[in-house]
């Protein structure tokens, strides 16, 4: 499975970005799908994440509000719409992907997730 993410940018702050990973060589809806970010000098983390054939979402609680995960099941895309972003937000944006859902999401290592897309910057300043 290939994963290709895009959608980063420079934004203001209060502003509004959609990320988007999209997939090839593999159905997005037979995995579970997270989106990471790492900040510089900070460890990536898994901010959000959409079960495989359900619309099961986990959400860290600093983003909580901020974000939601969608998957789009006939262009084989899962999205991460970001709204009312901060300075603190600025990261690079990592999609991947987990052939299972397990409880607290919180707790999945970055080991766990098979196929991981390239990253896309997230950069917000005004």
């Known amino acids: 499975v290939q994963l290709q993410a895009s959608g980063g940018g420079l934004v203001q702050p209060g502003g509004s970005l959609r990320l988007s990973c999209a997939a090839s060589?593999?159905?997005?809806?037979?995995?579970?799908t997270g989106w990471f970010r790492q900040a510089p000098g900070k460890e990536r983390e898994l901010i959000a994440a959409?079960?495989?054939?359900?619309?099961?979402?986990y959400y860290t609680n600093s983003m909580k509000g901020r974000i939601t995960i969608s998957r789009d099941n006939a262009k084989n895309t899962v999205h991460l719409q970001m709204n009312s972003l901060k300075p603190e937000d600025t990261a690079v944006y990592y999609c991947?992907?987990?052939?299972?859902?397990?409880?607290?999401?919180?707790?999945?290592?970055?080991?766990?997730?098979?196929?991981w897309g390239q990253g896309t910057q997230v950069t917000v300043s005004s």
């Open positions: 959409i079960r495989g054939s359900s619309t099961t979402t």
């Open positions: 991947a992907s987990r052939w299972s859902w397990s409880v607290q999401p919180s707790s999945w290592p970055s080991a766990d997730f098979a196929y």
């Open positions: 060589g593999g159905t997005l809806s037979r995995f579970t």
